[in-house]
C-alpha cells in the first residue's frame, strides 16, 4: 500500500489472515467477551455477536462495546427486502476493516412482521419487503399494543 502503514502483509498472503486473527483476538481479549464468532480474510475481520450470548439488548451492547474498540459507533440497520435486522458497526484495526452485528429478531403479530413508521405508526407489514419511511420493530423495542393494522 502505497502512502499507507498496515500491519499486514499484501493482501492474498497466508501471512494477511493469520495477522487479522492475531488482531482479532487482541480486539476481543480487549472487549472482554467470550463466545463470539470470528471469520478472518486478507481483507476484513467479520465478528458475530451469536444470539446464544444473550437477549438482544445485551448483544446490542456487546456490538457497542466492540465499536468502541474499532473507532466507530453501533446502529441499528433493517433489511428492506425482507424482515431481518441487525445491530452493526463497521470500524478497523490497524489498518484491516472490522466488521462487528448481531441480530435482532423482528417482532411479529400472528404470521405477519411489525414495522414503525418514522411517526410511531406500528401496523403488520402486508408484504416481506419494508415500506418506505418505515423500520422493522425489534426485540430491542417494546411490545405493541393489540390491535395493529396492515401496512
Known amino acids: 500500500m502505497t502512502g499507507t502503514t ?3 502483509p499484501l493482501i492474498g498472503q497466508i501471512a494477511t489472515t493469520a ?3 492475531r488482531a482479532a483476538a487482541a480486539l476481543i481479549e480487549s472487549a472482554g467477551i467470550a463466545g463470539l464468532s470470528v471469520t ?5 475481520v467479520s465478528i458475530q455477536v451469536g444470539e446464544h450470548l444473550g437477549d438482544p439488548a445485551t448483544r ?3 456490538v457497542a462495546r466492540l465499536a468502541a474498540a474499532i473507532g466507530a459507533t453501533a446502529v441499528r440497520a433493517d433489511s428492506a427486502a425482507s424482515p431481518i435486522s441487525w445491530v452493526r458497526a ?4 490497524s489498518g484491516l476493516r472490522v466488521q462487528a452485528y448481531t ?24 408484504t416481506p419487503s419494508l415500506p418506505a ?16 393494522e396492515a401496512a
Open 133 to 148: 419511511g418505515w423500520r422493522w420493530l425489534t426485540g430491542l423495542d417494546p411490545a405493541p399494543h393489540a390491535g395493529t
Open 19 to 21: 495477522a487479522a486473527m
Open 60 to 62: 446490542a451492547g456487546m
Open 90 to 93: 463497521e470500524g478497523a484495526i
Open 40 to 44: 478472518c480474510d486478507g481483507e476484513q
Open 103 to 126: 441480530p435482532i429478531p423482528v417482532q411479529h403479530a400472528g404470521d405477519l412482521p411489525l414495522a414503525s413508521s418514522d411517526a410511531g405508526q406500528i401496523a403488520q407489514a402486508a
Open 6 to 8: 498496515s500491519a499486514y
